[in-house]
């Protein structure tokens, strides 16, 4: 089968000097839901620029759906849906006319764009600010507005650069809910994201970015099953008690609402998030110890080591 997506040798560096991707080789298979990983300067913000043909590579190739980009770049546009990281509205522009206009760069009428807007501000419970302005929404609220309008042309991938960074514990999971329905319909979904419980729970098969390289690509349990240990802090949304307990795991609580979790193998992050919630305790978000979610997983692999 014909990959959604596939980059081959993709390189780009810029008038200074600075090489952001190195021969980055990509393959992402229809109606996968893949993370795409790595520091802030990785080249992760790069590499979908070029995808989405934002940005010129200095070399190599991008395939969309046996496509190439260079030869279809309006095909190739069509088919990909982007979800920015920043915010990108014009501020007084009624939310429902952001998503109808956006249609119109795609060639849809706007009886039609009409028509899937409101279906798409239904689904993600904006139907109700329709006619206000991005400005008088909160941030969560921003988020799925964009949303939404990453998807009014139907896209068959979407690319979503940290689509949950700023929102609370209810609107991510509200998120988190409608992606996987999109996915089970055979979206193909592309994630950055600084969440590894997002990654790890969301997420099939994943690729790493180091310095503008691939250090890592393979599946989720994959990459996972290979680290042996894994010492995580959990940020809770309620206040914790004097004394947590998890079954074949250390804890330790470092203060009101952070606990840190030592994992053997067995033992996955959702697993702890399941026996946290049955103890009526809430996870806003969770990290590395060291506070660094690429270091997890260049661990694994033998670059890092």
């Known amino acids: 089968m014909t990959p959604a997506l596939c980059t081959k040798a993709l390189s780009k560096t810029y008038s200074n000097g600075f090489e952001a991707l190195k021969a980055v080789d990509l393959k992402v298979e229809k109606g996968d839901f893949f993370a795409l990983l790595g520091s802030n300067g990785a080249g992760k913000t790069t590499a979908i620029g070029i995808i989405c043909g934002l940005i010129?590579?200095?070399?190599?190739?991008?395939?969309?759906?046996?496509?190439?980009?260079?030869?279809?770049?309006?095909?190739?546009?069509?088919?990909?849906?982007?979800?920015?990281?920043?915010?990108?509205?014009?501020p007084?522009?009624?939310?429902?006319?952001?998503?109808?206009n956006q249609a119109g760069y795609f060639g849809i009428n706007r009886k039609d764009a009409t028509i899937r807007a409101e279906e798409l501000l239904k689904k993600v419970n904006l139907w109700g600010r329709r006619r206000e302005v991005p400005q008088s929404l909160s941030g969560g609220m921003k988020r799925r507005l964009m949303l939404a309008r990453a998807l009014m042309h139907n896209p068959d991938i979407l690319i979503l650069d940290e689509p949950t960074a700023g929102v609370d514990v209810e609107i991510r999971r509200s998120m988190w809910h409608f992606l996987k329905q999109l996915n089970r319909e055979g979206l193909t979904i592309i994630l950055t994201t600084h969440y590894l419980e997002e990654a790890e729970s969301m997420c099939r098969n994943i690729a790493i970015l180091d310095e503008g390289e691939i250090v890592a690509q393979s599946s989720m349990k994959a990459l996972l099953k290979k680290a042996q240990h894994q010492v995580l802090i959990f940020e809770c949304v309620e206040s914790l008690p004097d004394t947590i307990r998890i079954k074949n795991c250390e804890c330790e609580i470092l203060d009101e609402y952070s606990l840190q979790v030592s994992l053997p193998e067995s033992t996955t992050i959702s697993d702890v998030v399941t026996k946290l919630l049955l103890q009526n305790i809430s996870v806003a978000n969770v990290r590395l110890a060291q506070n660094r979610l690429e270091n997890l997983f260049l661990s694994l692999t033998s670059k890092a080591n």
Do not use: A, T
């Open 56 to 90: 010129n590579s200095s070399s190599g190739f991008v395939e969309v759906d046996g496509l190439d980009q260079r030869k279809n770049v309006r095909d190739v546009k069509r088919k990909i849906g982007l979800m920015p990281q920043e915010f990108n509205f014009n």
């Open 92 to 100: 007084h522009e009624p939310n429902i006319e952001i998503l109808i």
